[in-house]
């Protein structure tokens, strides 16, 4: 899954090689919500990721700008990870995948509020959280 890996030039084949397993999407779902994350807070997700996998794909991201380290301002021990540009500009699909998910499975009642929101004005969501997401 490194930068330099690539099956083809298929550009879902070449996305989903650096993003396409299921650790990355939460790592970058996780970034989303969140906006900054420190390893410890992966760890806390309720999906249980082992230490090394999210060490992995924490690199994985971060080689391919994904997401970037920040140093963090309470803990030089610590470093906050954020998602770049290029990492925001996955939100369209994290919302599509939602939306997805959302007719298909049962989900968490904060999620299906945040989908109402994005059903109101799906473009109006994704330019004000990409703000934010930026900021």
């Given amino acids: 899954m490194s ?4 099956r083809s030039d298929c550009p879902v084949s070449c996305s989903l090689d650096i993003w396409g397993d299921k650790w990355s999407l939460l790592i970058i779902r996780d970034l989303m919500f969140a906006k900054e994350c420190t390893y410890g807070d992966f ?14 794909r924490l690199l994985v991201l971060e080689e391919n700008k994904i997401i970037e380290k920040l140093a ?12 770049t540009r290029k990492g925001i500009d996955l939100l369209p699909v994290m919302i599509e995948i939602n939306l997805w998910a959302e007719k298909y499975f049962s989900i968490p009642e904060d ?12 473009a109006g969501f ?3 959280t990409t703000k934010e997401l930026e900021s």
């Fill in 111 to 122: 999620r299906k509020a945040l989908l109402k929101e994005v059903k109101k004005d799906k």
């Fill in 126 to 128: 994704i330019k004000a």
């Fill in 3 to 6: 930068k330099a890996k690539k």
């Fill in 72 to 83: 963090h301002p309470d803990s030089k021990a610590k470093v906050l990870y954020k998602l």
């Fill in 43 to 56: 760890l806390k997700s309720a999906e249980g990721i082992a230490t090394n996998i999210l060490a992995a």
